[in-house]
């Protein structure tokens, strides 16, 4: 049985060894609790057991758990210095089992692990049982929803250290815009400027899994509204966010968007 109210308790216990003052801790907290918010919403309108709604809420609350200790150790989210969640995985289910804090039950212990470890992986390969499958696609989706909210709300300097000016300068570099074009998510290696992070950002939505997920991006509007929070200056680098947002609502509107296997 999974008691989720007792999960966050320890979890927020967990938070206190970090300092919640700096903004990227705060960022990543209220992160958290917005995945958590997604995942059992996206769970619900899939009308999944009351287990699986716990479940994916239980996976979303604890996804980023190895992003505090990078943040303290690093200041930074860059996947070069650490990976976030093979690190959270190992925490959690290695040596210490810091997951017997957070759910006594063990049998879900191999589909935790295996959607933690995998959530940020470039894509998802290799899981064969249905059950995990479905929920590390589900964490993945909820964690790029609340990643529309993270890049409306939260500051451009945090997320890209630069101003919101330095970050609509510059031309998309030509391996993004290619990833782009396949309508793939960019290899972080071949980002080298912030517009090209921001790119990113909205190519990542060429990697979402369910219908409902894409509901909730076209009920928010997320795609247009990240991609009008930053003013590009150069007239190449406007016309191809315009043909990016474009081709994206067109792309989340396909059927099968729904069956990734």
């Not at 609350?61 to 210095?81: A, C, K, M």
């Not at 093979?86 to 212990?109: N, P």
């Not at 815009?177 to 071949?190: T, Y």
């Amino acid at each position: 049985m999974i008691d989720i109210a007792h999960a966050k308790q320890e979890f927020e216990k967990y938070l206190d060894e970090y300092d919640r003052e700096d903004e990227q801790i705060r960022l990543k907290i209220v992160h958290t609790y917005g995945v958590v918010k997604y995942a059992g919403e996206i769970a619900r309108r899939m009308d999944c057991s009351g287990e699986d709604v716990e479940l994916a809420e239980l996976i979303g609350l604890l996804h980023d758990i190895g992003r505090f200790e990078q943040i303290r150790e690093f200041h930074s989210f860059e996947p070069g210095t650490m990976n976030h969640a093979v690190y959270g995985a190992e925490l959690l289910f290695g040596e210490k089992k810091l997951i017997r804090r957070f759910v006594e039950d063990d049998r879900f212990d191999e589909l935790i692990d295996a959607a933690i470890h995998r959530h940020s992986d470039f894509k998802l390969e290799g899981i064969h049982d249905a059950r995990t499958l479905f929920h590390a696609k589900l964490i993945r989706d909820a964690d790029k929803l609340d990643n529309c909210r993270v890049k409306l709300e939260e500051s451009i300097e945090a997320m890209l250290g630069a101003s919101a000016e330095k970050a609509g300068e510059g031309l998309i570099s030509p391996k993004v815009w290619e990833s782009c074009l396949r309508r793939e998510s960019v290899v972080s290696a071949d980002r080298r400027i912030p517009l090209d992070y921001w790119v990113s950002y909205l190519a990542q939505y060429y990697d979402i899994n369910f219908p409902e997920t894409c509901e909730i991006i076209d009920e928010e509007n997320y795609i247009t509204r990240v991609a009008e929070r930053i003013t590009y200056k150069e007239q190449d680098t406007r016309e191809k966010i315009r043909i990016l947002t474009e081709d994206l609502k067109r792309y989340l509107e396909m059927p099968a968007v729904s069956v990734k296997e």
